[in-house]
């Protein structure tokens, strides 16, 4: 059914005096207008003064609605301005992580290099070779660890000299026969080396294990301890081992000290370097 032409409010009351208010506004707001036309017409400053007054009257309503407006449309920005940091901070991460690795191979490279540097002034300043001898035998199941040389004091090898590859430190020698040495190796219980730290030059005591590992142990208290990566070499101390030959790297942290592993495994190599202990013993006296 189609409805009425005409809408009349019915029998409600608040609806019809709704609309009687709604046409006296109407016809207010029309009155107005009006008057303000006439006003602007005629007299032009009147109503410009009057519209200067209306502006300060809705200035403060104006102010808010505006700021209202700037902090709506200003959310999709912050939102947006929030992703950019964390995409940001995501790539600066990523930049930390790869300088990261570029400082560990910087320092690894500034270990090598100085190892180097090491091996090149040992071989300056060598105490004098012995003999080059084949490494017969290592023990390598039993808690001591020991290697035999096929050269004796018929080779001018004697007890307590050096004996190393060419990457470091083997151990010294035990025991000596007529063409055969038993060699205390590094890795053995009472194997004991002083060593220095060659990044700043802190002294320390490796002792072995029994295994293929060493233990290091800070000479002073007030170290703070050694870091994974740090090459020991020896210090001289003691005159035995020439200073500045490379014994081992940390290779992890414990309690009393660190963990290492040695530059040279007596049972991957041949030969071996018997040298002059660097301080000599002096010859006994004649009675």
Known sequence: MAPPRTRRPGFSRRAQYGLFF???????????????LIISTINPPAFAALRAGVAEATAPLSSAVASVDRGIAAVPQAIGHYF????????????????????MRAR???????????????RDRSTGTITVARLISSSASSTR????????????VREGQPV????????????????TARVLLLSDPESVVPVKRTRDGVPGIVNGRGDNTLE????????????IGDVLVTSGT????????????????????????AFEQPDTL??????QAFFRSPPPSAP
Do not use: M
């Open 145 to 156: 660890r020991f290697a035999l040389l096929n050269a004796g004091w018929r080779q001018g």
């Open 270 to 275: 041949d030969y071996a370097l018997v040298e």
């Open 22 to 36: 709604g046409y006296v506004v109407a016809a207010l707001c029309a009155l107005v207008g009006g008057v303000l």
């Open 84 to 103: 950019g940091v964390i995409h940001e901070n995501a790539v600066l991460r990523r930049q930390l992580a790869q300088q990261h690795r570029l400082l």
């Open 164 to 179: 190393g590859g060419p990457d470091g430190v083997i151990g010294r020698v035990l025991e000596t026969g007529p063409d």
């Open 108 to 122: 690894t490279l500034s270990y090598d290099n100085s190892r180097l540097k090491h091996l090149l002034a040992l």
């Open 216 to 227: 290091v142990h800070p000479v002073s208290l007030a170290d703070p301890g050694f870091k």
């Open 238 to 261: 003691g005159g035995l081992y020439p200073p500045g030959i490379p014994v081992a790297r940390v290779i992890s942290r414990n309690r009393d000290g660190a963990l290492a592993t």
